[in-house]
């Protein structure tokens, strides 16, 4: 081990420093496009004269388009190009966010919204494509644990940048002017520094492509049964639908609070836009610290399900709470609401740790896509539900709070039933027997 680790430095770390910090730019600038319509919520109640259903249906919408290109993005990008796929889409989004800062009614809104989401769709499957050829199994893990952070990072930018743009313009603008980052940011920088293989990069050592090469080859040479399941074998699996299950779960709550929390939080403390946006970031810094907790305790005691189950309940008891105090205690409210969104984001590393584990390995690529794709409906459940819960209660969002809640504990529960095969022994004599049945996940 010790001599991998040091192999692997004296090699080079070019993939970390351009690759990785790429990715989390770009992925950053799509989730900003996909989530910035929080911040226009008010002013398209006002100027379209849509309803709280009709504002969560705008904003969900955007997931079912998510859903198209999910399992196709990562196809094209293994047989393909990573970098074309990803390249074109990041173009053909920009074109799209744009737009949205120049629709006239409801119907313009969706179809606009349901476009985004499919051209940003394969974004997600392509980078973990891209990932996968140019870190060796050894490093993967640490290389999607840094990228992931990108959402926690992207909600501390999002939420006070698009509380700026409000406080001296309105909801279009802030559609045309984050629209524009993908043509002066994200494009030029993953057509610059992007590649899709070692091979191909310029940039790349001699020694540090032979590393990546063989470590590439060495990994595959373990698994050599892994072309001879294919979707129909994930599709059969009942694990990896408990763990679909289990993640569209969690969207709900996440996206159900991400969306309306700039919402809540200026009911909670009636400040201006921008004073919104610097407040709502709060709990985003928070969920970063929550994600990189959690996924070392987990990793220390093994137990994946129980560290996921923990945040979904710390998630669910504080987001209820924090909107019962509401605005008679508002420090203690936007606390309390900071520690439910670190609980619904710190599920992140052990959730994807027991997956992984939990999954015959010769299908965790496809499954993953897969649990992406039909999980990710959660987020337009969420913010739609969570809607038509204040009209139907006349503006409170104490409804919604416990729909969401609920949502998050099922969650954690239902990931208790994984425990088995998905939980990492952290001692000797049940580690084989747990390796076994894991070999045979399949067939649970």
């Not at 053909?92 to 476009?115: E, K, N, P, Y």
């Not at 199994?137 to 999607?144: I, N, Q």
Request: proline share 4%; glycine share 10%.
């Amino acid at each position: 081990m010790a001599r991998n680790a040091m192999s692997a430095t004296a090699v080079g770390n070019a993939r970390w420093k351009r690759l990785i910090p790429v990715a989390i730019i770009v992925y950053i600038i799509s989730f900003m496009d996909r989530t910035n319509i929080g911040f226009a919520l008010n002013g398209l109640h006002q100027d379209l004269g849509i309803d709280a259903a009709q504002q969560g249906l705008a904003a969900g919408i955007f997931f079912i388009g998510y859903l198209v290109l999910q399992i196709p993005g990562g196809h094209l990008a293994e047989h393909w190009s990573a970098k074309k796929f990803v390249g074109i889409m990041v173009l053909v989004w920009g074109v799209l966010a744009v737009l949205s800062g120049f629709i006239q009614d409801f119907t313009q809104l969706l179809v606009v919204r349901f476009f985004l989401g499919v051209a940003e769709a394969g974004i997600w499957p392509a980078i973990l494509v891209l990932i996968s050829h140019w870190f060796p199994a050894a490093e993967r893990a640490r290389a999607y644990a840094f990228w992931m952070m990108n959402i926690a990072i992207a909600s501390i930018i999002t939420a006070p940048l698009s509380g700026w743009i409000l406080s001296f313009s309105d909801w279009r603008w802030l559609f045309i002017i984050e629209g524009i980052f993908p043509f002066v940011i994200a494009a030029p920088l993953w057509w610059a520094l992007i590649a899709d293989h070692p091979r191909d990069a310029k940039w790349c050592s001699e020694q540090e492509r032979e590393y990546i090469e063989q470590g590439l080859a060495a990994d595959a040479a373990a698994h050599p049964q892994q072309e001879k399941l294919g979707l129909r074998h994930v599709l059969s699996n009942a694990v990896v639908w408990r763990l679909t299950l289990v993640y569209f779960l969690i969207q709900i709550g996440f996206y159900g609070i991400n969306i309306w929390l700039p919402h809540v939080i200026k009911t909670i403390t009636s400040g201006s836009s921008l004073e919104v946006g610097l407040v709502t970031a709060i709990p985003y810094v928070l969920a970063m610290f929550g994600l990189w907790y959690n996924a070392k305790a987990a990793d220390r005691s093994g137990r994946y399900s129980t560290h996921v189950l923990l945040s979904m309940a710390i998630g669910a008891v504080a987001l209820v709470i924090s909107v019962a105090t509401g605005d008679n205690l508002p420090f203690l409210a936007v606390t309390l609401i900071s520690i439910a969104v670190a609980g619904a984001l710190a599920y992140d590393g052990p959730f994807w740790a027991s997956a992984s584990r939990a999954m015959p390995v010769a299908v965790a690529g496809t499954a993953m896509g897969l649990i992406n794709a039909v999980g990710n409906l959660g987020g337009f459940v969420g913010p739609y539900v969570g809607g038509y819960l204040q009209d139907v209660t006349h503006g409170s969002f104490l409804a919604t709070s416990i729909f969401l809640a609920c949502c998050l504990l099922a969650a954690g529960l239902v990931m208790l039933s994984l425990r088995r095969g998905g939980d990492r022994p952290v001692a000797g004599g049940e580690g084989d027997a747990q390796e076994s049945r894991r070999s045979h996940a399949g067939k649970n």
